[in-house]
């Protein structure tokens, strides 16, 4: 059992920078991938980000690349999301998620992910 905890979230005008934190309450190893999905009321849930610990590679979806970096401490058992240029559609409910196997091909699916922190809100409005 691995707990997933994230901080960070809040309320931003458009255009600002947010930080999102998740960090997992043990080790994690080579074959983990986490990342970061997000809901809105109203819509499904969207992948956002992960990154696998073996290599780092990284992985978007459509909608917030080239404005959000997804990053990760293995020491720390912990990944951030870099959000920056954020828009009123960004807002939502991000969950941090963690898969400890799946292929690459997966990792935008939720149901690839085990663990799964309680969520964070984040607001993006004038």
């Known amino acids: 059992q691995v707990q997933l905890v994230e901080s960070g979230g809040g309320l931003v005008q458009p255009g600002d920078s947010l930080r999102l934190s998740c960090t997992a309450s043990?080790?994690?190893?080579?074959?983990?991938?986490m990342g970061w999905f997000r809901q809105a009321p109203g819509k499904e849930r969207e992948f956002v980000a992960t990154?696998?610990?073996?290599?780092?590679?990284?992985y978007y979806g459509d909608s917030v690349k080239g404005r959000f970096t997804i990053s990760k401490d293995s020491v720390k058992n912990t990944v951030y999301l870099q959000m920056n240029s954020l828009k009123p559609e960004d807002t939502a409910v991000y969950y941090c998620?963690?898969?400890?196997?799946?292929?690459?091909?997966?990792?935008?699916?939720?149901?690839?992910?085990?663990?799964w922190g309680q969520g964070t809100q984040v607001t993006v409005s004038s």
């Open positions: 998620a963690a898969a400890p196997s799946g292929i690459t091909s997966t990792l935008g699916r939720a149901d690839t992910y085990y663990y």
């Open positions: 990154i696998r610990w073996n290599g780092g590679a990284r």
């Open positions: 043990q080790r994690t190893s080579n074959n983990w991938a």
